[in-house]
């Protein structure tokens, strides 16, 4: 199984400030399937970016998302208060699917 | 637009069996492979099975390989995950969710608890 290790667990921003969250994979994670997506508390999930840097449909511009092999990251630009949640990277290049264990954005 | 609704969560006794549904509309349910995702209390999020489109391929993590099974009804649009021999740590919130590869649509899942 492909181990994804997300860091740091927990990110103290202010609103305005840009957030960089890693996602690091135990092997390589084979033609950029990664995927990153929000929950915030009480919520589902829901997709943010595939294929590594793809937004799905009606994500800000204010996300984006980079890497490749193991080491990917995601990026909000500017956080918005609606941006603190946690996010969750998971790869979907074998079976099973794996997640991350998350990073929590948390307003400082 | 696309919905997913799930239901048949509770509580149950370990060594118990439980039975979720999940109910599908706004898209053409028989063209999209589906899963099952769950998330403990306060933990992340787990993987636990997709079933293709035709219910032909069926995949498990091992964590409940043998004790769940997936299925679907591709003519009432709904999915299903027949639970058996529960366990404490099976002690989740239950997510359907759509897609073969990531995942676009989630319903608003349903909590099972499983009680010693």
């Known amino acids: 199984d492909i181990v994804l290790t997300q860091s740091p667990g927990t990110l103290s921003l202010s609103p305005g400030e840009r957030a960089t969250l890693s996602c690091r994979a135990s092997?390589?994670?084979?033609?950029?399937?990664l995927a990153w997506y929000q929950q915030k508390p009480g919520q589902a999930p829901r997709l943010l970016i595939y294929?590594?840097?793809t937004r799905a449909t009606g994500i800000p511009d204010r996300f984006s998302g980079s890497g490749s092999v193991t080491d990917f990251t995601l990026t909000i630009s500017r956080l918005e208060p609606e941006d603190f949640a946690v996010y969750y990277c998971?790869?979907?290049?074998?079976?099973?699917?794996?997640f991350g264990q998350g990073t929590k954005v948390e307003i400082k | 637009q696309v919905q997913l609704v799930e239901s048949g969560g509770g509580l149950v006794k370990s060594g118990g069996s439980l039975r979720l549904s999940c109910a599908a509309s706004?898209?053409?349910?028989?063209?999209?492979?589906m899963n099952w995702v769950r998330q403990a209390p306060g933990k992340g999020l787990e993987w636990l099975s997709f079933?293709?489109?035709?219910?032909?391929?069926?995949y498990y993590t091992d964590s409940v390989k043998g004790r769940f099974t997936i299925s679907r009804d591709n003519t009432k649009n709904s999915l299903y995950l027949q639970m058996d021999s529960l366990r404490a740590d099976d002690t989740a919130v239950y997510y359907c969710?759509?897609?073969?590869?990531?995942?676009?649509?989630w319903g608003q899942g349903t909590l099972v608890t499983v009680t010693s």
């Open positions: 969710a759509r897609g073969p590869h990531y995942f676009d649509s």
């Open positions: 294929g590594v840097s």
């Open positions: 706004g898209f053409n349910f028989g063209d999209y492979y």
């Open positions: 079933i293709s489109s035709g219910a032909t391929t069926v």
């Open positions: 998971q790869q979907y290049s074998t079976s099973p699917r794996t």
């Open positions: 092997r390589s994670v084979a033609s950029a399937y």
